[in-house]
């Protein structure tokens, strides 16, 4: 006797799948299979970010149904509940990703600078790292580096602190290991 379920077809708009996904017990790599409409996008935009969208509609309004609320604080999320969050999104075949950056603006690397003694050691920088030199101004936007889900980020920003929001497809080789 198995536990395996045979395959079952639903009809359902991305808010349905999310309900039916994140209302359940998390489920292995690649349980459930979703298709994309790509005639649903907005015309002449890549399918590629259309998925995306629809990834992030999932991570949001999963979220919502996680903590059985309507607004989410992205900063208050635990580590193992983000990692929880990540297994439902392997159940689907995607990998989630949220890398946390600190911001740090040039005003507050003047004064750490300025703090510093003349004797302290300090690495040989033509310029801080990338990471940490961003304007704090805006509050989320997706940006692309080309025309593959990985390549796309979702870039939330929260008093000090920017939250990027990524998606990869899970590779079939061995889901268990990511």
């Known amino acids: 006797m198995t536990d395996h ?24 790599p690649f349980s459930y299979q979703i298709a ?19 990834l992030l509609i999932i991570f949001t309004e999963g979220l919502k149904i996680y903590y059985r609320s309507p607004s989410i604080a992205i ?17 689907l075949g995607f990998i989630l990703n949220c890398q946390v950056v600190p ?12 703090n510093l003694d003349d004797e302290d050691d300090l690495p040989s920088l033509t310029s801080p790292p990338k990471a940490i030199l961003y304007s704090a101004s805006g509050n989320s936007k997706i ?6 889900i990985k390549d796309y980020t979702y870039t ?3 008093e000090n602190t920017r939250y990027i929001i990524s998606f990869d497809y899970l590779p079939l080789s061995d889901p268990c290991k990511i």
Not at 75 to 91: A, C, G, L, N, V
């Open 5 to 28: 379920q045979p395959f079952q077809e639903y009809d359902m708009d991305i808010y349905g799948i999310t309900q039916k996904i994140f209302s359940s017990p998390i489920k292995p």
């Open 143 to 148: 940006e692309s580096t080309g025309d593959n």
């Open 103 to 114: 911001i740090i603006d040039e005003n507050s690397i003047n004064a750490i600078l300025d």
């Open 156 to 158: 939330l920003v929260k």
């Open 36 to 54: 994309f409409d790509p005639d649903e996008r907005i015309s002449g935009s890549p399918v590629s970010l259309y998925i995306f969208e629809q």
């Open 75 to 91: 900063e208050k999320i635990s580590p193992k509940e983000f990692h929880d969050i990540q297994q439902y999104f392997k159940s």
